[in-house]
């Protein structure tokens, strides 16, 4: 390749996107705080950012879905005004989602071409003719197929090429892609980075949402890092180093890093005897490649990684909740079914979701009865459970966990966040696992309940469970953990334990290079 | 494939997608397997009762069919959709009644009336629907509920009933015969021919399946999601309304009895068609298939002398089970 990213020859035109101090609120809470960003024509541009950071949001004003409280969108130097999704279309602001928004059951064409379709005398579709124009266009993004089928047919790298070219071709302005290569294999990469490049020869602008380093650093040409909801950098991709990105979207300062942590956990615990949990070779088309890990009793072992590197997927493999292509999990020396919940549950893996309102609580019941749900089955005798059982049980967990509620029989919905995660914990408490999962058990929770929350982590892990801890918070996750596993792009890329296992160390993991020999 | 010229770009990568036999099978149980069922049971109906495929039997099974084939085929776009329209039996009743009661102002009211009111209950069911976004089960359920109490109003609860007077346009309409096919039949033929049209060749027909396959997709690509509901059930009422009127001028008289459960017959009848109840897929042939073949099953039993006519009910509702178990295994399997 001769110049991937062609220089900033745009450099004089006008934006043909501008977002000014955009500050956007939702009951209360600050999403958008003063975001401006700025678009030339035939600029690719990284929107990267930590979950919670404020891409979506962002993307949601640009696109009209939300109406910005303060600041405006302008459109080649007018205000905009979207009132919507299909009034942004419209003017040419096209946002290709990560769910891809087509529709399965309709053909390929008919996806491509929905309310553009040719037409005959009487206003009737000229299914021929749309067939044809459906299949040049598409050639012409390298995706030959038989447009009469079904769109769900489709891989989904072709499916996706099929909603970038829908996008496009309604005379687009900007592009907006919603980390389009999470699910594509690297050869659909290749030719989506070549659809980008043709893009920006048309002078299209395009932003690029990906937590992909390798991607950014190849196609994009200018950067914005939010975090919280600000503007934490912005500029030339080219003048940002990697390992200064990552710990711009972190949040950790890289000299920052080496100061004294704040977090409650003591780290007392010391990993003993043989591996309790051991997964091997974890695969799932996609998402998962070959992860393998070990857990000790009185061990806390921590995922780090950006977003979408495959660490809740690790857990929810580990706990049989997703499908598996290939590998497997042992408990105490003992092979757990592949892809069996329940059998994993029975094993005495628990798995702490990382959406509880989804996942875990039953908001309209009691403390009591939450806390009991999981624990059911054992406390069962001939299918009859003892109330004085359940009641002892439940009330041992609330002291331990120290839940503050006014009593067991509290409506779980009117608890703190922090304590609906001790409750949920306190669930599977009750099931005695031997193997506790936590997938972000502080998010979302306010900073008293945080610190107690992870002060119970290393309690448990002292009482002999072998603890997998997950968390987007990396003084979190280096201080709570006693190794940690590095996952990336779904793949382990390094193990950090004793006094490698640095903030810093971490980030360096997850910023390296591994796609180098490409170029 | 159909590109036939070469193209100056050159493609950058070239990917070749085929249905597998398997998935290619799947996809003809579903959209013709209540077809294929329909031509079995015509032949083993005819080698088996001699006064089955009679001329006059057959044309017994194509007018009686033709009145719950209109409304099925308002269901259909309203399930494709991914909606239900519970309200049909009633509306179905009630334009009945509404066309024997306005047909003293002459013909043309008697067909307007009917059509008018049916169609204003659509519309109101779906603005309810698309716009205040209830659940289409309910709304419909209470159309099937207020539109029984209003046709028991006008029949004095059902003490009054009106009637066609014999030898009027209207009667004709519904008594006719052209070819030893009563004239109800050629106007179902007619109505699911542009059914069929307007379903596969319009954008109203592509937003109907847009909708049902994927709503938020839909409306993302532009498809007006709430008009093309509102639609949808503007043509059911109106479908069972014209279904019920002439029904009626067959019967010379608006019976204020008939439809109750004809909501579930036809749904019975647009599922076995190949229409899925979760929307997003199915056909107008398929339902008239569907609607065939619960009507040839219903005959057949009645040529079983000493069968009580009660097992006609067992038999459709152990079919449409079938069906059912069979759609999803095969929706299922095709997703895999």
């Known amino acids: 390749m001769?110049?991937?990213?062609?220089?900033?020859?745009?450099?004089?035109?006008?934006?043909?996107?501008?977002?000014?101090?955009?500050?956007?609120?939702?009951?209360?809470?600050?999403?958008?705080d003063r975001v401006s960003l700025s678009l030339r024509p035939g600029e690719v541009h990284a929107l990267v950012g930590e979950n919670g950071a404020g891409k979506s949001t962002l993307i949601k004003v640009i696109t009209g879905v939300h109406r910005p409280d303060e600041g405006e969108v302008r459109l080649a130097g007018r205000p905009a005004g979207f009132t919507g999704p299909l009034d942004a279309q419209r003017a040419g602001v096209q946002a290709v989602h990560q769910e891809i928004g087509l529709v399965p059951d309709l053909s390929v064409a008919r996806n491509l071409l929905l309310g553009r379709e040719p037409r005959r005398a009487l206003g009737l579709i000229d299914t021929r003719r749309m067939h044809q124009e459906a299949a040049r266009t598409l050639e012409s993004y390298g995706v030959r197929v038989d447009v009469r089928l079904p769109l769900r047919s489709l891989g989904v790298g072709a499916q996706q090429m099929v909603a970038l070219a829908r996008a496009v071709s309604v005379d687009a302005r900007v592009v907006i892609m919603d980390e389009p290569t999470s699910s594509l294999?690297?050869?659909?990469?290749?030719?989506?980075?070549?659809?980008?490049?043709?893009?920006?020869?048309?002078?299209?602008?395009?932003?690029?949402?990906?937590?992909?380093?390798?991607?950014?650093?190849?196609?994009?040409?200018?950067?914005?890092?939010?975090?919280?909801?600000?503007?934490?950098?912005?500029?030339?991709l080219a003048d940002l180093d990697r390992l200064r990105l990552v710990s711009l979207m972190l949040g950790r300062d890289v000299a920052q890093v080496r100061a004294e942590g704040v977090t409650r956990f003591s780290g007392a615990h010391e990993a003993a005897g043989e591996p309790v949990l051991e997964a091997r070779g974890l695969s799932s088309r996609h998402l998962l490649d070959d992860v393998s890990l070990t857990i000790r009793p009185r061990e806390v072992v921590g995922l780090g990684g950006l977003l979408g590197a495959g660490r809740t997927e690790t857990a929810k493999a580990i706990a049989g909740v997703l499908p598996l292509d290939a590998g497997g999990v042992t408990v105490a020396g003992l092979p757990v079914r592949r892809g069996s919940a329940t059998a994993a549950v029975r094993a005495g893996i628990a798995l702490l979701p990382e959406d509880r309102k989804a996942e875990g609580i039953v908001p309209t019941l009691s403390v009591r009865d939450n806390i009991a749900l999981a624990a059911l089955p054992r406390l069962a005798r001939a299918g009859v459970v003892s109330d004085a059982r359940i009641d002892r049980i439940v009330e041992t967990f609330?002291?331990?966990?120290?839940?503050?509620?006014?009593?067991?029989?509290?409506?779980?919905?009117?608890?703190?966040?922090?304590?609906?995660?001790?409750?949920?914990?306190?669930?599977w408490m009750a099931t005695e696992p031997k193997v506790l999962l936590l997938d972000e058990p502080t998010r979302g929770i306010d900073v008293g309940a945080k610190a107690e929350v992870q002060a119970l982590v290393d309690e448990l892990a002292e009482d002999g469970l072998a603890v997998l801890l997950i968390s987007s918070d990396l003084e979190e996750l280096v201080e709570g953990s006693d190794r940690v596993v590095v996952l990336r792009n779904g793949a382990v890329v390094g193990e950090l334990t004793g006094d490698e296992l640095t903030e810093e160390a971490v980030m360096t993991t997850i910023a390296a290079h591994t796609r180098e020999e490409v170029a | 494939m159909t590109t036939g010229q070469a193209t100056a770009e050159t493609p950058v990568t070239q990917d070749t997608y085929a249905l597998s036999g398997r998935d290619r099978a799947f996809g003809l149980i579903q959209r013709h397997g209540a077809t294929a069922v329909l031509v079995l049971l015509l032949v083993v109906g005819s080698?088996?009762?001699?006064?089955?495929?009679?001329?006059?039997?057959?044309?017994?099974?194509?007018?009686?069919?033709?009145?719950?084939?209109?409304?099925?085929?308002?269901?259909?776009?309203?399930?494709?959709?991914g909606g239900i329209d519970l309200s049909v039996g009633s509306v179905f009743a009630l334009g009945g009644v509404l066309a024997a009661y306005a047909v003293r102002w002459g013909t043309v009211a008697g067909l307007l009336v009917p059509l008018l009111v049916?169609?204003?209950?659509?519309?109101?069911?779906?603005?309810?629907?698309?716009?205040?976004?209830?659940?289409?089960?309910?709304?419909?359920?209470?159309?099937?509920?207020?539109?029984?109490?209003?046709?028991?109003?006008?029949?004095?609860?059902?003490?009054?009933?009106?009637?066609i007077p014999h030898g009027s346009?209207?009667?004709?309409?519904?008594?006719?015969?052209?070819?030893?096919?009563?004239?109800?039949?050629?106007?179902?033929?007619?109505?699911?021919?542009?059914?069929?049209?307007?379903?596969?060749?319009?954008?109203?027909?592509?937003?109907?399946?847009?909708?049902?396959?994927?709503?938020?997709?839909?409306?993302?690509?532009?498809?007006?999601?709430?008009?093309?509901?509102?639609?949808?059930?503007?043509?059911?009422?109106?479908?069972?309304?014209?279904?019920?009127?002439?029904?009626?001028?067959?019967?010379?008289?608006?019976v204020t009895i008939l439809g109750t459960g004809m909501e579930l017959d036809v749904i019975a009848a647009?599922?076995?068609?190949?229409?899925?109840?979760?929307?997003?897929?199915?056909?107008?042939?398929?339902?008239?298939?569907?609607?065939?073949?619960?009507?040839?099953i219903q005959n057949l039993i009645n040529q079983i002398g000493d069968l009580s006519s009660s097992y006609q009910q067992v038999v459709s509702g152990a079919f449409l089970a079938v069906v059912v178990v069979a759609q999803t295994y095969l929706s299922r399997a095709r997703r895999l």
């Open chain 2, 270 to 296: 647009v599922v076995i068609g190949g229409t899925l109840l979760t929307g997003g897929a199915g056909s107008v042939s398929g339902t008239i298939a569907g609607v065939l073949l619960l009507g040839v």
């Open chain 2, 169 to 254: 346009v209207l009667a004709r309409l519904g008594q006719g015969h052209l070819f030893g096919l009563g004239y109800p039949v050629y106007l179902t033929l007619a109505l699911f021919v542009v059914g069929g049209v307007v379903l596969q060749r319009t954008g109203f027909g592509q937003a109907v399946y847009a909708i049902g396959g994927a709503e938020d997709a839909a409306a993302l690509m532009g498809v007006p999601v709430a008009r093309t509901k509102i639609v949808v059930y503007v043509l059911s009422g109106m479908l069972a309304g014209l279904s019920g009127t002439l029904n009626a001028a067959r019967l010379s008289s608006g």
């Open chain 2, 47 to 81: 080698l088996s009762f001699s006064r089955f495929p009679t001329g006059e039997n057959l044309g017994d099974i194509a007018i009686t069919s033709s009145f719950p084939a209109m409304v099925a085929l308002g269901m259909t776009f309203v399930i494709i959709t």
């Open chain 1, 2 to 32: 001769t110049d991937p990213v062609p220089e900033q020859r745009n450099a004089g035109d006008p934006p043909v996107l501008e977002a000014r101090d955009i500050v956007k609120r939702f009951t209360g809470v600050l999403a958008l």
């Open chain 1, 185 to 236: 294999e690297p050869r659909e990469v290749e030719t989506l980075f070549g659809v980008i490049d043709r893009l920006r020869g048309q002078g299209i602008a395009v932003i690029y949402v990906s937590h992909r380093l390798d991607e950014l650093y190849r196609i994009c040409d200018g950067v914005t890092v939010l975090r919280d909801g600000r503007v934490v950098h912005q500029g030339a």
């Open chain 1, 398 to 427: 609330m002291r331990r966990l120290r839940i503050k509620a006014t009593g067991p029989h509290q409506p779980v919905a009117e608890l703190s966040g922090g304590n609906q995660q001790k409750v949920l914990l306190a669930r």
């Open chain 2, 118 to 163: 049916c169609g204003a209950i659509g519309l109101v069911q779906g603005l309810l629907i698309a716009r205040v976004r209830l659940a289409p089960f309910i709304v419909t359920l209470a159309g099937l509920l207020g539109a029984r109490g209003l046709l028991l109003s006008i029949s004095h609860e059902g003490a009054t009933t009106y009637l």
